[in-house]
C-alpha cells in the first residue's frame, strides 16, 4: 500500500532553517512527483510547491521563491523540503503528497517558529 | 488570499444534502480541472474528488462534484456525521503557474 512518513516535530529559531523529510513506500516513487503543503494553526491549506521525482525538475509557490528548496534522493525514496530564514508566520504543519493531486498524504510534520 | 473561494460555513441533519460552492476565475477552474479534499479534525487532508467529477477508490458516491465555467461544486447526499470536516477545492492556476487551494468551508452535522 502507498505510504509517505514525513520526519518528527521541529522547534526553530528565528532565521533558523528547517529540512522535513517524507519517505515513499509502495509505489515506483520516480514515477510520481511530490507537493508540499502547509497549514498555519486554524487556517486554511496552502501549495508551497511541486518537485519532480524522476528528474528533480522543481515548481514553487511564487511567494516562497528563495527561501525553499525541494530535493529527492531516489536511491531512499525520500523527498525533503527545505525552508530557511525562518520566521513566527512559518509556524504551520507540513504536509508531502504523491505529485501535483495528492492522492497520498504523509501525516504532518509540525514545525515550530519561536524564540 | 486564496484565488479560490468558498463559503466558510455548511450545515445539514443527518440525511439532508449539502453543496459546496468553489469560485474562482478564468485562468484556474475556468482552464483546469478541480480537485476536492476532506480533512477531518487533526488529520491530514484526503482526496476526495479528481478532475472535477471522479471519486477515487474507496470513496463512497454520496460525495460528487461538478464544474461550470468558473465554479465549482461540491455535493454530500445523505448527509452522516462521519462527514463533519474541513474541505477544500483546489485547482492549477495558470497566471500564478501554481496550485491553489479555496479558503475551505466548515460542514457541521447538525
Redesign the interface.
Known sequence: QVQLVQSGAEVKKPGASVKVSCKASGYTFTSYGISWVRQAPGQGLEWMGWISAYNGNTNYAQKLQGRVTMTTDTSTSTAYMELRSLRSDDTAVYYCGRDYVSDYWGQGTLVTVSS | Q?VLTQPPSASGTPGQRVTISCSGSSSNIGSNTV?W?Q?LPGT????LI?NNNQR?SGVPDRFSGSKSGTSASLAISGLQSEDDADY?C?A?DDS?????????TKVTVL
Do not use: C, D, E, I
Not at chain 2, 44 to 47: E, I, S, V
Not at chain 2, 96 to 104: I, R
Open positions: 486564496s480537485n479534499y480533512q491530514a487532508p484526503k482526496l479528481y477515487p477544500y483546489a492549477w500564478l503557474n501554481g496550485y491553489v487551494f479555496g479558503t475551505g
